[in-house]
């Protein structure tokens, strides 16, 4: 079986294929920059630690301080964010992280107390009051 190549034979671009082109290199531009975002080591730090102070608070009795160290996350913060890191929502029931302006992840808890939060240098200070009527 014998192939017969032509070499003086001129390629063609057709227009879908520039259009393929185009879309697939967009394509793997936002993937990229996706992956990037998500394996940022800000938004994972956010999530452990809201993550972690909700689970504190669920186990926290009434009329009880409790003292949690935060440096390391604090560590991360943005130099130019002024914003409250740490923030307990009482009447969502909410703990919300965030670390930059472009960043925060919230995590919800389920005990009923009111707790208000404090930062005293590395540490969080919280500190649980009466149930809440809601």
Request: glycine residues 2%.
């Amino acid at each position: 079986m014998k192939i017969k190549i032509d070499l003086n034979k001129k390629g063609t671009f057709i227009i879908s294929d520039i259009i393929f082109l185009v879309l697939a290199l967009s394509f793997v531009t936002i993937l990229l920059l996706f992956i990037s975002k998500q394996s940022s080591n800000t938004i994972l730090i956010e999530e452990q630690a809201a993550k972690q102070i909700a689970l504190a608070l669920d186990a926290l009795p009434s009329k009880t301080q409790f003292t949690m160290y935060v440096g390391e996350i604090l560590k991360e913060k943005d130099p130019n964010f002024s914003s409250e890191v740490i923030k307990i929502d009482n009447e969502r029931n909410v703990v919300r992280v965030k670390l930059s302006e472009k960043s925060g992840y919230e995590y919800s808890f389920f005990n009923d107390l009111f707790f208000s939060a404090e930062l005293k240098g590395d540490y969080l200070v919280i500190t649980s009051n009466e149930i809440q009527n809601k």
